[in-house]
């Protein structure tokens, strides 16, 4: 049996990959810290759990449209609306099974065959499958690292649009770098955007995870709620990272052909977790802020950690539950040869997992530091503390 052609060009997201390493060495009688996928370990709110089990008792567990149930849309629609400062009605949502169904959706719903798309390299790595698997062109811009965090190398990305730049994908609050926006930069982005005619995908999962300050989005800016099209999840926000509930906000005439894909692809997303989502955004928020209040503490220790470690320096992300630390000097002191040698190496005689900066994209050709990302949503403080101990006993040595 052969596969069809179109198969070859369709990626994975490559920290799954990492997954398998690391449970294979547990299997195996040893220690994991799992620092490696963004998951979480932290509880769905019980309230909102609740919600789907009264749900499911109440017989919500039919068809019911495939845009979404219009309770959920309208609930969406106020909630995301209001916190960037712009309006959106019912129609403007489409309800997801997740937030990634949107990546694909809102490619396949504005993209033609050969057109070029612009999209973040490190970054999450479902954009370039879905860009290529869909018969697109997919087009890297990359970040410039400082002691601020990231900014995103404008000349570059100004340089790579030609008149088949169609598209320009944006994940403000980034993973995996934890990199966002100054006003100046969305703004640029926005300009650009208007002036070379593009669509804007703003991928926004961590919108909800800061620990300081207020997020914000590019919609929100002038000329943009009608040129961009937000992926939303409740996956960070509300812990619900297994729920699959998720959706696509913006333009009308956008959303109804995404209503349109959603008929074809899974009919419609969960009828019960629909209304459990309705909790999430409408009822009690002590939960949410405990999820914050957990992952702030976690990312304290975590950067005070890192930098105790002779040869890493890793900037405080505010956003997001991740952090990638430059390990350039101690990648050179321990004379690795490949970002998979150092990996390894740490996972089996530290039991430390963490992804390496190629399981986010290629790197591109200007890049010379060593980067690796830490996940810190889905293990506890007390774990963190004793595998940084073992991390920085091994890379000392």
């Known amino acids: 049996m052969k596969t069809a052609k179109r198969i070859a060009k369709l990626g994975t997201e490559t920290a799954f990959a990492v997954s398998a390493d690391a449970r294979a060495w547990a299997d195996r009688g040893h220690d994991v810290f799992p620092f490696h996928l963004g998951d979480m370990n932290i509880p769905t709110p019980s309230n909102i759990v609740e919600a789907g ?13 495939a845009a979404g149930i219009p309770e959920l849309r309208a609930a969406m629609a106020e909630d995301i609306g209001r916190a960037r400062g ?23 719903a504005l993209m033609n065959r050969g057109d070029e798309v612009l999209y973040p390299n490190p970054g999450y790595p479902i954009y370039e499958s879905q860009i290529e698997f869909l018969g697109g062109t997919a087009v890297p811009y990359g970040y410039i690292p400082s002691e601020k965090g990231f900014s995103i190398d404008r000349d570059k990305v100004e340089a790579a649009i030609t008149p088949r730049t169609r598209l320009f994908i944006y994940n403000n609050g980034q993973n995996p770098i934890g990199a966002e926006s100054d006003d100046d930069e969305m703004q640029w982005i ?15 999962p961590y919108f909800d995870i800061r620990y300081r300050g207020k997020s914000k989005s590019i919609a929100g800016l002038p000329g943009m709620q009608e040129r961009t099209v937000i992926a939303y999840t409740f996956s960070k926000k509300y812990a619900m990272t297994g729920w699959r509930l998720g959706g696509a906000v913006g333009p009308k005439k956008v959303i109804d052909v995404i209503n349109k894909l959603n ?81 390894i190496e740490a996972l089996e005689k530290t039991g430390v997992s963490f992804c390496s900066r190629s399981h986010f994209g290629k790197p591109l050709p200007d890049e010379d530091k060593v980067f690796i990302r830490f996940a810190y949503s889905g293990i506890d403080i007390d774990r963190i503390e004793s595998g940084l101990k073992k991390l920085k006993a091994f890379w000392e040595s």
């Open 263 to 343: 008929v074809n692809h899974e009919s419609c997303t969960c009828h019960f977790i629909q209304w459990a989502g309705i909790e999430a955004l409408n009822g009690d928020q002590s939960g949410h802020e405990e999820i914050i209040q957990t992952l702030e503490r976690r990312r304290d220790l975590l950067v005070d950690l890192l930098r105790d470690i002779d040869g890493v320096s890793v900037y405080k992300a505010d956003v997001t539950f991740y952090l990638f630390p430059d390990v350039t000097e101690v990648y050179k002191r321990k004379g690795y040869e490949s970002q998979a040698e150092m990996r």
């Open 190 to 204: 926005a300009d650009l955007a208007q002036e070379r005619d593009m669509f804007v995908l703003s991928d926004e």
């Open 53 to 65: 089990y009264r749900a499911m008792l109440d017989n919500k567990t039919t068809y019911c449209p």
């Open 86 to 108: 712009i309006e959106y009605d019912i129609d403007n949502v489409s309800v997801q099974p997740g937030g990634k169904p949107c990546i694909g959706k809102f490619l396949m």
